[in-house]
């Protein structure tokens, strides 16, 4: 086994790793001040830059920072991986850069400071390609203003997780594969958080935590099936939309669960296939929830809300579809549309209006003109003052 050692408080740094040291390699880097290491493991197995132990460092403490880390560990040939960076940076304006392919590939970056992460002329802050499975990317920061791209392209068993405290950071990933997990956690009281995600393939499963606060937004996209997405978030302001498309079987549905606590939020949610589920949980008032083309057979949608002023707009479409939703206070607003045949709604409006003032309205239609529909059952409570109830069938 070959080692590098690298410890400069200097400029600038460069340290080629050459191919006839790539395999079992081990980088050791210590950087103080403002920093480039540019590492190349171009044909590395089982090489690393930094260890567990011994992670690298690019520190500037609570300073203007400007480091920079490029790690190229690209060796793709069958059997090839088992790399692994792992370090820390601190200060603000770092950037870092991270390429490699191959299988069982690790990266963990930890970020101290602002307006860190991706780098003018590199697509991605991380960027594991080809078909390699099993690889995993652990970023977290702590900041504000930070900037972050992850993509992994190809494989099976893949894995983000990305952790962020701070304000008005941004994280953009995308996996392309099958068996895939994403973990993206903004943890609060903060603000203007964003989250992009996409996975393209078939069981992922995706989990945005964005806590305290208010005003995040998420926004996913999943393709495949056997799918689950699951966004919590807690203030006000809050936006999360996502989509399920590309299918869905009687057995293998795709699952959406959002739940939001505060006030004006909106989540939306498409879901195309069989077997899909959909549940919303809203606290709070003047909230939207939509749920439309919830396209195929035998899907579910589950819709909470609590306070007054919220709404709910569902549209499915398709056969033995089920729906559900509860609202409690005044001044709530549902429009269930279920087309097709052997479909059920159940719904329930409580709290509200007056005589005198509009309370809760329902909307619920079964069926359409051009299509042939039959065997659909509506069920509604209200309770209160006030409401009204159209159904259409």
Excluded: C, W
Aim: no cysteine; net charge negative.
């Amino acid at each position: 086994m070959s080692k590098l050692l690298l410890t400069t408080a200097s400029l600038l740094v460069f340290s080629p790793v050459s191919a006839a040291f790539a395999v079992g390699s081990t980088t050791f880097l210590s950087q103080t001040g403002t920093q480039l290491a540019d590492i190349d493991q171009t044909a590395a197995n089982f090489a690393q830059v930094g260890t567990a132990l011994t992670r690298f460092t690019q520190d500037n403490g609570l300073g203007a920072g400007h480091n920079t880390i490029h790690v190229v560990q690209s060796n793709a040939d069958a059997g090839s991986g088992n790399n692994t960076v792992n370090g820390e940076q601190s200060g603000s304006t770092n950037l870092a850069n991270i390429y490699q392919a191959g299988n069982a590939g690790k990266v963990i970056i930890n970020q101290n400071g602002d307006n860190n992460g991706n780098q003018i002329g590199f697509t991605h802050t991380i960027d594991q390609k080809v078909t390699a499975d099993t690889n995993t990317a652990e970023l977290s920061t702590t900041g504000n203003d930070n900037d972050f791209s992850i993509s992994q392209e190809g494989g099976v068993g893949n894995t983000i997780t990305v952790q962020q405290n701070g304000n008005r950071n941004t994280v953009n990933t995308t996996q392309v594969g099958d068996n895939l997990g994403m973990t993206l956690t903004q943890n609060g009281p903060s603000d203007l958080n964003k989250v992009s995600a996409n996975q393209n393939g078939a069981q992922h499963v995706l989990t945005v935590t964005q806590d305290g606060g208010g005003a995040h937004t998420v926004n996913s996209n999943q393709s495949g099936i056997h799918n689950s997405a699951t966004v919590v978030q807690h203030g006000a302001g809050q936006l999360a939309i996502n989509t399920q498309s590309a299918g869905g079987t009687d057995t293998l549905g795709n699952t959406a669960t959002f739940t939001q606590g505060g006030n004006g939020n909106i989540a939306s949610n498409t879901q195309s296939g069989f077997g899909g589920t959909a549940a919303f949980t809203q606290s709070g008032n003047n909230n939207e929830a939509t749920l439309t083309n919830q396209i195929g057979n035998g899907n579910i949608a589950l819709l909470v809300q609590s306070d007054s002023h919220n709404a709910v707009t569902l549209i499915q479409s398709g056969n033995v579809n089920n729906a559900s939703s509860n609202q409690s206070g005044g001044y709530q607003l549902v429009e269930l549309s279920q087309y097709g045949s052997n479909n059920f709604i159940v719904g329930m409006q409580s709290g509200g209006g007056n005589a005198a003032a509009l309370g809760n309205r329902a909307i619920v239609t079964q069926g359409r003109v051009a299509m042939t529909s039959s065997n659909n059952v509506a069920s509604y409570t209200q309770s209160g003052s006030g409401h009204s109830l159209v159904i259409r069938q």
